[in-house]
Each structure stands twice: as C-alpha cells, then as structure tokens.
C-alpha cells in the first residue's frame, strides 16, 4: 500500500499531536510513503509556528528541523510541473480547496493513477480535504 501523507499528517510524525499515533502505525505498514514537496515548507512553517507561539522552544525546533531533514529523502516526494498545478488549480475551484490541500490532492490522485486505483491511502486531518479525495475515488485514511 502506498500511504500519502498531506502537511496535516506528516508533521504528526515529528510533533506529539492527537492521532501521531496513528500516523506512525500507518507509516510503518506502509510499502511506500509518499507527499508533495511543498510539505516540507509546509512543515518547516509549522515547526516554527509552533516555536513561535511557545508549545516547543528552539532546541526542539532544531532536533524537528534535523529529523525532517534526515527522513525526507526516505519519503517518495512528488514534484510541481505545470500538469498538476493546472489539476490542482481545477481541483481548488470544484472542492473549494486551500490551494496547498489542491497541490496535495491532485499528486495523491496522480499517484494513485499511476501505481492502480486502490493501492493508495490519502492521510490527511482536513475535512473539507478529505471529503474531496473521496469524491475523486480515493481511500482517505483518518
């Protein structure tokens, strides 16, 4: 099974949150896991956010930062080309999507096109986001 995780699900890997839990057993039963690029700039704002507002200080900041950076290359990370931004874009007007959870829908669903429908999970905690990878046909996980 691939497991493809949006911003909302990947950052639980680092950060003690509801469902973290979850998240790492999904994980780990993965055959491949996978996101967009941009969750790495999405996390790393997260990070910062959350040292910004006090819930972690900057020692934990940077042990967040390095374990991101030391995991990423483990994770099947799918970039932008003009094709998905232009999906992604269709998908944001039909499902009225923040343009990030777009950008994450239209690679899972490339994703999914690719490796055969029901091979992949979408993980994500949004539920505007997850109503729409379900519309699309794709299994939601959480």
């Known amino acids: 099974m691939i497991l493809y995780l949006d911003t909302s699900a990947l950052v639980k890997l680092y950060l003690q949150e509801e469902h973290s ?7 780990a039963n993965a055959a491949m896991v ?3 690029i941009l969750a790495y700039t999405e996390a790393r704002a997260g990070f910062a956010k959350a ?10 900041l940077s042990q967040l930062e390095a374990e991101l950076n030391q995991s990423w290359p483990n994770l099947d990370v799918v970039g932008v080309d003009e094709t998905l931004a232009r999906r992604a874009g269709s998908l944001a007007a039909q499902f009225g999507l923040r343009g990030y959870d777009a950008v ?12 055969g429908f029901g091979r992949l999970r979408f993980a994500c905690f949004d ?12 299994a939601v996980q959480f």
């Not at 994450?104 to 490796?115: G, I, P």
């Not at 539920?127 to 794709?138: H, I």
Request: glycine share 6%; net charge negative.
């Open 104 to 115: 994450h829908l239209a690679a899972a669903e490339t994703l999914s096109t690719s490796a």
């Open 51 to 60: 040292c910004r507002t006090g819930r972690i200080d900057d020692q934990v």
């Open 127 to 138: 539920k505007t986001l997850a109503n729409a990878a379900g519309s699309l046909g794709l």
């Open 34 to 36: 996978a996101t967009h």
């Open 21 to 27: 839990d979850q998240v790492q057993a999904a994980v």
